[in-house]
């Protein structure tokens, strides 16, 4: 993954209004920590930020008074309406060094005929450089027939990454399409039977203004 050069400014303004007013001139505030420093609070340009943190995972060069640091985003907080950022924590990385992460699958290809492909994990926690992170990883279905399960140990990892969960969780299942339609037709019938009527639940999430906090340093 190549690295996104951010230049950033350090913050001497906290609180709620100097969030605002931070994010009204086009920047976001953001926080730089890890490996035992103290917590840098500094801004980071609004329009290359978003840009750079559509990408899962991006290695961040962050230039900060002329001095140059690796980080990998921690935590983005976004605005759930505008979708816009609000606020990011950064941990900071250094070349070679092995960092957890969780990484995007892709399931690629057409199963057997009247099969159903069920993806049981949409990602997965693997070991990997910081600075050689993938984008994601491609699981083929390509012609499996009903039956096939395929095993977190199953997947093919980049060079030099490794897996940081279980190796026996289950990330794809391809059943017989036939099967579990029948099942979920069995399973309405008894709900039926019973008097159980689906019920729709509506949750509304409140965005809290940044609070200024100081994170503990760590490493990532």
């Known amino acids: 993954m190549p690295e996104v050069k951010l230049t950033a400014e350090l913050r001497s303004e906290f609180g709620k209004g100097a969030a605002r007013r931070i994010r009204r001139a086009d920047k976001i505030p953001a926080v730089l920590y890890g490996h035992g420093t103290d917590p ?76 159903l492909v069920v993806v049981d994990q949409a990602t997965i926690s693997i070991e990997a450089e910081a ?31 490794s897996l940081a969960g279980d190796d026996d969780a289950l990330i794809v299942n391809v059943t017989n399409a036939q099967s579990a339609e029948a099942a979920e037709a ?11 009527t689906p019920t729709v639940t509506e949750e509304t999430e409140s965005q809290e203004e940044e609070s200024e906090r100081t994170p503990e340093p760590q490493n990532a």
């Open 186 to 196: 069995e399973l309405a019938e008894a709900e039926a039977e019973a008097g159980i």
């Open 131 to 161: 600075t050689h992170i993938p984008n994601e990883i491609v699981v083929s279905v390509e012609g499996l027939p009903a039956g096939t399960q395929i095993l977190a140990r199953d997947l093919k990892l980049p060079e030099g990454a």
């Open 40 to 115: 840098v609070h500094i801004t980071l340009p609004g329009h290359e930020t978003l840009l750079a943190l559509r990408v899962a995972n991006a290695l961040l060069s962050i230039d900060v008074d002329g001095s140059s640091q690796l980080a990998l985003p921690k935590q983005v907080q976004r605005d759930p309406i505008k979708h816009t950022i609000e606020h990011v924590d950064l941990v900071l990385v250094r070349r070679g060094e092995k960092v957890t992460v969780d990484i995007r699958l892709q399931v690629e290809g057409e199963a057997a005929s009247d099969t």
